[in-house]
């Protein structure tokens, strides 16, 4: 069984920083793409974040410059997003995405987490 598991997630006053954290777990055979997703109270779910492993890496407009995206040093199953200098409209709940080939199953699938809450507020 696949998980993926993310922390790091809170309470931060604008202008401040979080870093999110999200490793899976289970028969991984080879990760294609991590990615960070965040949704507000009463919008759609929106794409932050997104590595292609080895090819690119893209951001949103609303946090190119302010947000990185990477993947873990030690472990090469986790993706980290570091946040600067937040702002409200960043609050939302933010799930981490990965498009993975698990054993014994050749083809690539999508898996998320469950969501961790991020509040930007005076």
């Known amino acids: 069984q696949v998980r993926l598991v993310e922390s790091g997630g809170g309470s931060v006053q604008p202008g401040g920083s979080l870093r999110l954290s999200c490793v899976a777990s289970g028969r991984i055979n080879r990760i294609n793409s991590m990615a960070w997703y965040r949704q507000a109270p009463g919008k759609e779910r929106e794409l932050v974040a997104h590595?292609?492993?080895?090819?690119?890496?893209?951001y949103a407009d609303s946090v190119k410059g302010r947000f990185t995206i990477s993947r873990g040093d030690n472990d090469k199953n986790t993706v980290l997003l570091q946040m600067n200098a937040l702002k409200p409209e960043d609050t939302g709940v933010y799930y981490c995405?990965?498009?993975?080939?698990?054993?014994?199953?050749?083809?690539?699938?999508?898996?998320w987490g469950q969501g961790t809450q991020v509040t930007v507020s005076s």
């Open positions: 995405s990965m498009g993975l080939v698990i054993t014994p199953w050749p083809t690539e699938q999508s898996y």
């Open positions: 590595i292609l492993i080895d090819i690119s890496t893209n």
